[in-house]
């Protein structure tokens, strides 16, 4: 167990350490700060007012490109989920899952992790509103739904131990 525990905290210290840099650093490797603010902005444009276009990456950094996404009660939702990576869907898988109002996420994301042959979605699970298929680097996937009643939902990545980093807020108005 002590080893799992080393095991666990070497892998959550890379990851820290890889997050860290100055701005410069990541601009070489062609990825801009700016940039990416102002992708967010383009990505969720509407083609029109019953639809909500949703572009949402995951990288190998295990983040998401935005925390919090807002849509209106009852509108066509379709999400798109990009992989910008470039790692295996074995080793750096991500999904989109859209859980229910007041379902435990970190009850639902144990769960999840046991459940490779489901695409780490719990079998017979009712939390899930919607959610994508896992994608590795390169990969894109896309789902349609419709936004749930007005309230405040969370959204993670139910690949395993992803969703302590890659989370956020479905906000519907």
């Known amino acids: 167990m002590k080893i799992i525990k080393i095991q666990l905290l070497a892998f959550f210290a890379s990851v820290l350490l890889f997050n860290c840099g100055n701005k410069e650093e990541k601009k070489q ?7 990416a603010n102002t992708q967010k902005e383009a990505e969720t444009k509407k083609v029109d007012d ?33 992989h910008i990576g470039k790692l295996d869907v074995n080793i750096m898988g991500h999904n989109f899952v859209l ?14 992790a046991t459940q490779k042959d489901n695409k780490y979605i719990p079998q017979g699970t009712q939390d899930v509103i919607a959610h994508t298929d896992i994608i590795g680097g390169g990969q894109v996937t896309t789902i349609e739904f419709d936004a749930p009643e007005v309230g405040t939902y969370e959204y993670l990545c139910s690949f395993p131990a992803h969703y302590a980093m ?5 906000i519907v108005e």
């Open 50 to 82: 019953n639809v909500a276009n949703i572009v949402l990456t995951g990288n190998d950094m295990m983040q998401f490109s935005t925390k919090e996404i807002k849509v209106k009660a009852g509108q066509k939702v379709r999400l798109t989920l990009r």
């Open 99 to 112: 859980l229910k109002k007041d379902v435990d996420l970190v009850a639902f994301a144990a769960a999840a």
């Open 29 to 35: 490797e062609g990825f801009s700060y700016e940039k």
């Open 166 to 170: 890659m989370r956020g807020q479905f």
